[in-house]
């Protein structure tokens, strides 16, 4: 595990700023205090810390086992057992491609292959500029349409290993992705 780097999301004031460390564990502090005594806490208390911090650093994973009154490899167990935790910062846009069954016998394998050509980096990897992180997923709900590609909260269905480029493309400039989609 890493040491933290702030590198959260800005704060909710006008000001436009990005939170201090002390804010951002300030702002820890009391999530664990909300959800320590509560059965079952810890997964929402990472959740939202994961919301806060952008990932789990080590720093964060240490605060929140000494405020459960939990080992570290327990709550490192925890985080690492669930895929939608993250020990690294990820990228401005999730990219996850699905590769359950349907997804993966219509091209989902091609069509991961393809984003990790445009994307220059693997399955679990942000790319330098913090754009893009690539995720795999098991099943979308869309088995009809596939192969699926989930952008951020966005699917997109029947995607073509060609169309990969052009997609990343629009999604830098900010546009709106041609072709079917839908909204999660």
Known sequence: M????VTAA???????????????????????NDYHEKPGG??????TAQSI????????IRRIADG????VSEVAGVVTFYSFFTLHPRGKNLVRV????ACYVRGGKEVLDAFRKKLEIDVGETTPDRQFSLEVGRCFGACGMAPVVMVNETVY???KPARVGEMVNQIMAGAA???EKEHA
């Open 53 to 60: 911090f952008g990932y789990l650093p080590e720093t964060v």
């Open 42 to 47: 810890l997964i929402p208390a990472l959740q």
């Open 157 to 159: 269905q029947r995607v």
């Open 98 to 101: 699905c590769l359950g069954t």
């Open 68 to 71: 459960f009154g939990k080992t």
């Open 177 to 179: 992705v041609a072709g």
């Open 2 to 5: 890493t040491s933290l780097s």
């Open 10 to 32: 800005p704060c909710s004031c006008a000001c436009s700023c990005e939170p201090s460390e002390a804010e951002l564990f300030a702002r820890l502090d009391e999530v664990i």
